[in-house]
């Protein structure tokens, strides 16, 4: 066994974050770890990385007990951790940032460094150039310049947290295979995800985590979806979306001829028509960067189009626009607030949580704690910065606050990214909720199968336009995955 944890705790105050944890992990292998978020995932492993210090148990590596008192201690005894959210600095070349702190010479070769870099990516696989800042790199191209910086470090135990939830299919794929590689040649693999099906394709053995303690550990060809999202959660799971036929009222919205630019002043979206109903969702599909956040931002009112118009319906007494962003952390969420502020950011002026210019406490209290029941949000309080949430109880909170008041228009962007499956499930129940009362949605993922499954039109986006509206009930998951690679609208 390459990593043995014996009875691992870690106590938040009164909170047991992880509750007598053992399992092992054999060389050369992966392991994946499940839970839901809040499960106690992160805590773990932030303990191995040294980050957090256990309050009881035992950690071995290669049969030795060890002491993990800081992150550089877990670098020295050869373990490497890959963030979900990634540790780069932008503005950095990626030699720049893998090398990092390693470096204490007074003269730094930098082209000699350029010139490892690149023989270490070609090694394995991991495709990049050296000399490219960060801030102009993809998403799935920085994952593969923190894998390379733990590679550098010379790291035998990888940590990979939630690795996939900010990554598109193709870049999953590319993923797995790097790990794959990486184990083969010896390299020992813990995976910290939600996502079921990714977790039984590449691991070998999984460890299941259900608030805080161990329910399961088992070998991955023993175990099916279904099983490991019970054990998650501990009930029964519903792994469809159910949902009702659609009956569409009036126009919300129409657009005409839309075109907006991105930060480069580059056109993004490039002559986009449609129109969206009450009680009906328009899922848009599309690879990651063809304009999605863009269209995104214009029907939320934080990009102005430049061509074009986006006219409501001027029926409707009073519109209300529900924008649930992609990113919760950086748009969606003042992180230092309260879930009680955050829950009021958008009507804190308003009676009754404003009178006479004064915030009015007790009544924001109140607020937050019906909120939280009704949203599962799970903490200790609603004083508790959202910070020290996890993902999924942040999501929560976002999507709270921007279906309060009954929007009529709701805007749903990479509304599960990071989510596990019950709290995926929460965020699709409380959607379809909204479709039903009549409100219109435009639901926007990488995710083709969970559009599919939520939407009852299906755009597809490819180079910032339309290339087809299809129905959801004829469309086939081959001729959308299809249209989003460019290829030919069916005759």
């Not at 000399?131 to 990888?158: C, H, M, S």
């Not at 054990?231 to 036929?245: A, D, F, T, Y």
Request: with cysteine; hydrophobic share 40%.
């Amino acid at each position: 066994m390459y990593l043995r944890l014996e009875n691992i705790s870690k106590r938040f105050h009164s909170f047991v974050a992880n509750d007598n944890i053992s399992f092992s992990v054999e060389t050369g292998k992966i392991h994946g770890i499940l839970g839901e978020n809040g499960a106690g995932k992160t805590t773990l492993m932030n303990i191995i990385s040294g980050l957090y210090q256990p309050d009881d148990g035992k950690i071995y590596l290669a049969g030795n007990p060890v002491k993990i008192t800081s992150p550089k201690v877990a670098i020295k005894l050869g373990i490497g951790t890959i963030y979900q959210h990634f540790m780069l600095v932008p503005q950095l070349t990626v030699t720049e940032n893998i090398i990092l702190g390693t470096e204490n010479r007074w003269r730094l070769n930098l082209r000699r460094k350029h010139q490892e870099i690149a023989a270490l990516a070609q090694a394995y696989g991991l495709e990049i150039n050296p000399t490219d800042k960060i801030e102009n790199l993809p998403v799935g191209t920085q994952q593969r310049v923190e894998i390379l910086k733990v590679l550098y470090r010379q790291a035998q135990l990888f940590i990979l947290d939630e690795p996939t939830a900010v990554l598109t299919s193709p870049e999953v794929a590319l993923l797995i295979n790097i790990l794959r590689q990486l184990a083969a040649t010896g390299k020992t693999i813990i995976f910290i995800s939600h996502k079921l099906k990714e977790v039984i394709n590449l691991c070998d053995t999984v460890t299941v985590l259900r608030r805080g303690k161990v329910v399961a550990t088992t070998n991955t060809q023993e175990a099916t979806p279904q099983q490991l999202a019970e054990l998650m959660v501990g009930r029964e799971v519903n792994l469809q979306v159910n949902k009702s036929v659609s009956v569409p009222g009036e126009m919300i919205v129409s657009v005409q001829n839309l075109q907006v630019v991105d930060e480069r002043n580059i056109p993004a979206i490039h002559n986009v028509s449609f129109q969206l109903r009450a009680g009906e969702i328009l899922g848009i599909a599309g690879v990651d960067g063809n304009g999605q956040r863009e269209l995104a931002d214009a029907f939320a009112g934080l990009r102005r189009p430049n061509k074009g118009k986006i006219e409501f319906n001027k029926s409707c007494t009073q519109q209300k626009i529900g924008y649930i962003p992609e990113d919760r952390q950086k748009m969606g969420l003042v992180l230092q607030f309260s879930i009680a502020q955050n829950l009021i950011l958008n009507v804190f002026n308003n009676l009754p949580f404003c009178r006479y210019f004064l915030l009015q406490s007790l009544a924001i209290k109140h607020h937050a704690q019906a909120v939280m029941q009704e949203f599962d949000i799970r903490a200790t309080g609603e004083d508790i910065k959202v910070s020290q949430l996890s993902g999924g109880n942040q999501q929560k909170v976002v999507l709270a606050r921007e279906l309060a008041g009954e929007p009529n228009l709701i805007i749903a962007m990479q509304p599960t990214r990071g989510l596990d499956v019950g709290a995926t499930t929460s965020v699709h129940s409380q959607l379809l909720a909204q479709r039903d009362r009549g409100a219109a949605i435009l639901y926007i993922s990488t995710e083709l199968e969970e559009v599919m499954a939520m939407s009852d039109r299906i755009a597809v986006i490819y180079k910032g336009e339309f290339v087809a509206i299809l129905d959801e009930q004829t469309a086939t998951i081959e001729e959308i995955g299809l249209l989003m690679g460019g290829g030919t609208p069916r005759g």
